[in-house]
């Protein structure tokens, strides 16, 4: 009976040694997943950051920026395009749209 013991527990092992190799293959196939989607979230930034107009051009923004700047020229462009609006009457003398100011220097 103690050598049925000892067999059992060499296929316990034997068992556990098999389930590795699975669990690399699965923890593998999750990494690879991860930086697929890490890079198709970081191509998509880059598409945002080409979209909104920043000056200098070639300046990278980080994602936080990039946020923060797309949803302000989003703002902005609706104003722009509300009709009956004048944006430019909204405004005081020493506001200054970052937006506007951008495009006549890059013009």
Do not use: W
């Not at 527990?9 to 989607?37: T, V």
């Not at 070639?58 to 302000?72: F, M, P, V, Y």
């Amino acid at each position: 009976m103690e050598f049925d013991n000892g067999s059992n527990d060499f296929q316990i092992q034997s068992n556990q040694l098999n389930e590795a190799p699975s669990k690399k293959r699965i923890r593998s196939g999750a990494n690879a997943r991860e930086r697929d989607r890490t890079q198709s979230v970081n191509s998509a930034f880059d598409v945002l950051r080409g979209m909104i107009p920043i000056d200098p051009p070639d300046r990278k923004l980080s994602k936080i920026e990039t946020l923060q700047l797309a949803t302000k020229y989003i703002s902005h462009l609706s104003q722009i395009l509300t009709p009956g609006g004048d944006s430019e009457q909204e405004h005081s003398f020493y506001d200054v749209c970052i937006f506007c100011l951008t495009n006549k220097i890059n013009s």
